[in-house]
């Protein structure tokens, strides 16, 4: 039977977007020029499968400025693993008033180790003690699972090294995470808290309430770099790599990405799971560090 134009209603409108949408990606590809940023926002969200964003950006000498889609800046995502450079920062700042050592005995390693994803726990080998757990009691209580590793001689990306240290913050600030946080990081005053995931992924806010966080002054420490690092590592609660420094949060619908390279900082939140965020943040990098 021939299919005429009772079809149009059903498959030909989304056949004519699905090739707008490639013809915008090979512009995008080989024409990057030809495309403006909201342009090639949208085709990078089109492969992504990310529905929405709401970005801030700029020098931290500036106001800082905004950028959309299907979003506004006042919007509320959560931050996911973004929260780790809080944690870090508030570990950093208690070592710096002696209240802690970076190289203290903890959960028979140490908080440099933990900041370095070098604690000892390798999700790859054994799952993950904070995502994949059944129970609703706080992330800081989490008993310290068995380690696959010997501390200090690889990396390998840990949660759980970072709900331990923040129940190393509560032990020696003598108060509950959250209210430490606000104590040391004035930033995270405007931010909301949740405790299952926290001091590994809890925080959540706006992009701009983040950019704040973020266009601090860099601390030095954060790009200390262990010896059995490669060329991009994590420091102390950053990657670092040439294009500067980064963190990703993925967790179930949504992905939030920070890029700082020099003065330029960048917060990016989306609706949607691109799958693997460490492909997509190194796609996104050039194109959001040019806003």
């Known amino acids: 039977m021939m299919q005429g134009g009772g079809q149009s209603g059903g498959t030909f409108l989304p056949v004519v977007l699905s090739l707008l949408l490639v013809q915008l990606a090979y512009a995008a590809i080989l024409f990057p020029g030809a495309l403006d940023p909201r342009q ?34 006042a919007k509320i995502y959560p931050y ?51 995502t994949q757990r059944q129970t609703d009691n706080r992330c800081v209580d989490i008993p310290p699972p068995p380690k696959q590793f010997e501390p200090g001689t690889r990396q390998a990306y840990s949660n759980i090294g970072y709900c331990i240290l923040g129940a190393l913050v509560e032990r020696r600030s003598g108060l509950p995470f959250e209210d430490a946080a606000r104590r040391l990081i004035p930033a995270t005053r ?28 860099t601390n030095p420490l954060i790009m200390e770099r262990p010896l059995y690092a490669g060329a991009s590592y994590y420091g102390l609660g950053w990657k670092v790599s040439r294009g500067g420094l980064s963190h990703f949060g993925l967790f179930k619908d949504n992905y939030a990405i920070v890029l700082k390279r020099g003065r330029h900082v960048v917060v990016a939140l ?14 996104a990098r050039p194109m959001l560090l040019s806003l």
């Open 40 to 73: 090639r926002l949208t085709v990078f969200m089109a492969r992504h499968g990310l529905t929405s964003v709401s970005i801030a950006y700029g020098d931290r000498d500036e106001i800082p400025r905004t950028l959309t889609i299907h979003s506004d800046p």
């Open 190 to 217: 405007n931010m909301r808290y949740d405790d299952w995931l926290g001091p590994a992924g809890g925080w959540s806010g706006t992009a701009m309430t983040y950019w704040h966080f973020a266009a601090q002054p």
């Open 80 to 130: 996911y693993s973004l929260s780790k450079p809080i944690t870090a920062a508030m570990v950093m700042e208690l070592a710096n008033r002696h209240v802690l050592s970076l190289d203290e005995a903890v959960a028979g390693t140490s908080p440099r180790n933990l900041m370095h994803h070098a604690g000892g726990w390798d999700r790859a080998m054994a799952g993950d003690p904070v």
């Open 270 to 283: 989306f609706d949607g799971n691109p799958g693997d965020g460490q492909k997509a943040l190194e796609e």
